[in-house]
């Protein structure tokens, strides 16, 4: 049974962190990511979506992803996903510099080094796309998350008011980026 944590999910050391093996996302885990990401989606308030795609959808775009090698990695406890992250670089020529990131933890194993863990070997792997700045949005009420990011060197870079609006509530998303050590100009401060 995986160790119960506290409201608050804040980072903080804890045993379980050596359990966990970070790997290379892989069909071979596609029941247990699914799994994963239902449980995190019937939260209703850490994801955009709120209800599951398709599953073969699902299957088919996990596919393409790993099929791509864009960095995607699996937190597994044992054989069990409990966490997931990946930088989608952009598409467009004029914007592949750039990546979203999308992460997301089991409630089980929220606050236990776990997101760490995912967003190092992300964030790392990211290099081999020469990617030079990594953006996201995360809502503001998951101050958790908000402080995972910052602890890695993200900043935040706007504010969008109104960004999801579900069952009539409102949510509002910080827009956060981090630019990496190996882009060209690092550091370099514009007007």
């Known amino acids: ?23 290379a ?5 596609f029941n247990s990511f699914y799994q994963t990401l239902a449980r995190v989606v019937a939260e209703k ?8 795609p398709e599953t073969s959808k699902l299957q088919q775009r996990l596919a393409q992803m790993i099929a791509e090698k864009i960095p ?16 989608q670089p952009e598409e467009r020529s004029t914007l592949a510099h750039r990546g979203r990131l999308a992460m997301a933890i089991s409630p089980d194993y929220r606050g236990q080094g ?21 953006g996201l949005h995360v809502y ?18 706007g504010f969008e008011r ?7 509530v409102y949510m509002d998303a910080m827009l956060m980026a ?5 882009t060209p100009n690092f550091g370099k401060k514009y007007d």
């Open 1 to 23: 049974m995986p160790p119960k944590t506290a409201n608050t999910h804040a980072e903080k050391p804890n045993h379980i962190q050596a359990d966990i093996k970070i790997v």
């Open 114 to 134: 776990v997101g760490s863990l995912l967003l190092e070997a992300t964030l790392s792997d990211a290099v081999r796309f020469q990617l030079e700045k990594i």
């Open 45 to 52: 308030i850490y994801l955009d979506l709120v209800d599951m």
């Open 162 to 168: 109104h960004y999801r609006k579900y069952q009539g």
């Open 140 to 157: 503001t009420r998951n101050q958790p998350a908000i402080a995972l990011y910052q602890k890695f060197g993200f900043v935040q870079e």
């Open 25 to 29: 996302a892989s069909l071979d885990f």
């Open 178 to 182: 981090k630019f990496l050590p190996t």
């Open 72 to 87: 995607y990695f699996y937190a597994l406890h044992g054989s069990t996903v409990v966490g997931f992250c990946n930088i």
